[in-house]
């Protein structure tokens, strides 16, 4: 997915309830950011913003639907470039074409897991079907550690198959969790878990210690350890834990997304669809790809012009890193 926003700077964030005796759970909301198109499709972002960079190696949530494409046209983003980063695409509704600069034609779908790297430089579009009506679901980002981040391009899918724990569904696209494991790789260690919570239940799941945590709540009024989490939110848990107790607290089946990993401790420099270390290393991605280098290679099949990077800022792209607990 693309990143139309450069700034991302003024996202709010806050903290929740906090039982006491629980794990403090700090609350981060999102805000609207257009994809583009004719029409814009709308999407929530919680991730990055102020108040938090990274979860684990997790550096980009983008949130959207249930979205009618009668209304608003649905996903249609031009061949773009990306270097640095992974993208993991987790729908719940609708259907996506992928087409990337290694040949790659695939069709995302609910449920099925579609994980790009794109090291030293990668490009694609994303363009939902004809056979698709309300489009709902989560575009992901996972920075690569500096000893990664050149690698070179990458594709994978993968179809978990479901896991009851308590009143829990759980679908492991990466990672480990409830007793499964998913067989795609990373380079860093994380979790990547679809949760469907039956309505009024409790479910208590194991997790690693060494890792913080990140719900995303997509449906229903989800408690975790204690705090409250409205549809949107995301609530955010450090490393130290190692259960997670989630509360349905409606009577219809809640969604959420858990994402965790080790603490990610290497400063980034992201802007626009680019991870650097340097304002250097995105200004050389930049002009790779306004030239039409080698280096991010050509999607073919796409009808239209692919996307023009934005001008870079006047003043030097500075490293970003999470606030220090205190």
Do not use: K
């Not at 669809?273 to 796409?302: C, K, L, M, P």
């Amino acid at each position: 997915m693309n990143n139309v926003d450069t700034d991302p700077d003024g996202l709010p964030g806050g903290d929740g309830e906090h039982a006491e005796g629980s794990p403090q759970v700090d609350v981060l909301t999102a805000r609207d950011v257009p994809l583009g198109g004719p029409r814009a499709m709308s999407v929530r972002r919680t991730l990055p913003q102020r108040a938090r960079t990274l979860i684990g190696a997790w550096c980009f949530i983008d949130h959207y639907g249930p979205d009618d494409v009668a209304d608003t046209g649905g996903m249609d983003v031009a061949p773009h470039p990306h270097t640095g980063l992974q993208t993991v695409s987790w729908l719940f509704s609708g259907e996506i074409e992928h087409r990337d600069s290694m040949g790659n034609h695939a069709l995302v779908r609910p449920g099925e897991l579609n994980l790009m790297t794109g090291g030293y430089g990668i490009s694609h579009s994303e363009v939902s079907t004809p056979r698709t009506t309300l489009l709902h679901g989560v575009q992901l980002w996972v920075a690569l550690p500096g000893e990664h981040r050149h690698t070179g391009r990458d594709f994978r899918h993968h179809v978990p198959s479901p896991v009851t724990v308590g009143g829990a569904e759980v679908r492991v696209f990466l990672g480990s969790l409830a007793g499964d494991t998913s067989p795609v790789g990373t380079f860093t260690p994380l979790l990547g878990a679809e949760l469907l919570l039956e309505p009024r239940s409790t479910t208590t799941l194991p997790v690693d210690p060494a890792f913080e945590h990140g719900l995303l709540v997509d449906r229903g009024n989800v408690r975790v350890c204690g705090t409250p989490l409205r549809p949107t939110e995301l609530g955010y848990l450090h490393a130290g834990n190692d259960t997670l107790t989630l509360t349905n607290e409606t009577d219809t089946p809640a969604r959420a997304v858990l994402l965790g990993g080790t603490p990610f401790e290497e400063q980034i420099v992201m802007w626009w669809n680019f991870i650097g270390r340097s304002h250097e290393d995105i200004a050389e991605a930049r002009t790779a790809w306004q030239d039409a280098s080698d280096r991010f290679g050509n999607v073919d099949a796409y009808d239209g012009d692919r996307l023009p990077a934005p001008a870079l800022p006047n003043a030097t792209l500075a490293p970003r890193t999470n606030p220090t607990r205190h």
